[in-house]
């Protein structure tokens, strides 16, 4: 992931509708918005729900969060822990210095 840009962010969100057999303009109405369009756009991967509608969506759906995005989720857990390696190494590099041929 690192800064890999999508152009579409991967989600389960409109397979997650279907299986409740919900249509986008129910979806729009159950979590009071004023159009389809922002439901399309999260569909689509060009934008994020807010944390909000995220919870709402999976309520509605009746499933957790990191369902409806597993792939994204999947993608920034293997990014955070090659980071968190880099860093660990750099910290024991630091803390265990290379021996200097004291014995």
Same mark, same amino acid.
């Given at each position: 992931?690192?800064?890999?840009?999508?152009?579409?962010?991967?989600?389960?969100? &409109?397979?997650?509708?279907?299986?409740?057999?919900?249509?986008?303009?129910?979806?729009?109405?159950?979590?009071?918005?004023?159009?389809? /369009?922002?439901? /399309? &756009?999260?569909?689509?991967?060009?934008?994020?729900? /807010?944390?909000?509608?995220?919870?709402?969506?999976?309520?509605?759906?009746?499933?957790?969060?990191?369902?409806?995005?597993?792939?994204?989720?999947?993608?920034?857990?293997?990014?955070?822990?090659?980071?968190?390696?880099?860093?660990?190494?750099?910290?024991?590099?630091?803390?265990?210095?290379?021996?200097?041929?004291?014995?």
């Amino acid at each position: 992931m690192g800064n890999k840009k999508y152009k579409c962010i991967p989600n389960c969100l &409109r397979r997650y509708r279907r299986a409740r057999g919900l249509k986008q303009n129910d979806v729009a109405k159950i979590l009071g918005l004023k159009s389809t /369009s922002m439901v /399309s &756009r999260w569909e689509k991967g060009t934008c994020l729900p /807010s944390a909000i509608n995220l919870f709402r969506l999976a309520a509605l759906y009746r499933t957790m969060t990191d369902a409806l995005f597993i792939s994204l989720l999947r993608a920034v857990r293997d990014d955070m822990l090659m980071r968190e390696e880099k860093v660990l190494k750099r910290q024991a590099l630091r803390l265990c210095p290379k021996d200097k041929g004291l014995r």
